[in-house]
């Protein structure tokens, strides 16, 4: 990942109602959820959410796919791991944090060190 990505997806993610789609996307992991149930469910307009939806896949944050006449929007969990992975490695010492892969359950583990 470089710079001007991370900047994006972080400009994207600091407004709080992108936020808030992310998180409950991350919630609903890789099936994801419907326009409709996440606007209903943040109480958010269908056109502002639409708005939102669109900024956070144009930074790489969300995926969509077509599901009969619904589009299923998705977090992009690899790119946001990537995001992640590189505000770790690239931004931390190793003193401070570090990226693992762990082969067994499939996922990488960020281990944080107790530096307070």
Not at 16 to 24: A, G, H, Q, S
Not at 53 to 67: D, E, F, P, T, Y
Request: charge should be positive.
């Amino acid at each position: 990942m470089d710079i001007q990505k991370a900047l994006i997806a972080f400009d994207a993610l600091s407004q709080e109602t992108r936020l808030k789609v992310f998180r409950l996307l991350v919630e609903h992991g890789p099936q994801g959820a419907p326009a409709g149930a996440l606007s209903e469910k943040l109480g958010v307009p269908a056109n502002t959410l639409s708005f939102h939806l669109s900024h956070m896949s144009n930074a790489g944050l969300v995926l969509s796919r077509r599901k009969g006449r619904s589009i299923i929007y998705t977090a992009n969990f690899a790119f946001f791991t990537g995001l992640i992975r590189y505000m770790v490695e690239d931004c931390c010492g190793v003193a401070v944090a570090s990226v693992r892969n762990d082969k067994k359950k499939g996922c990488s583990v960020i281990e944080l060190s107790n530096c307070c």
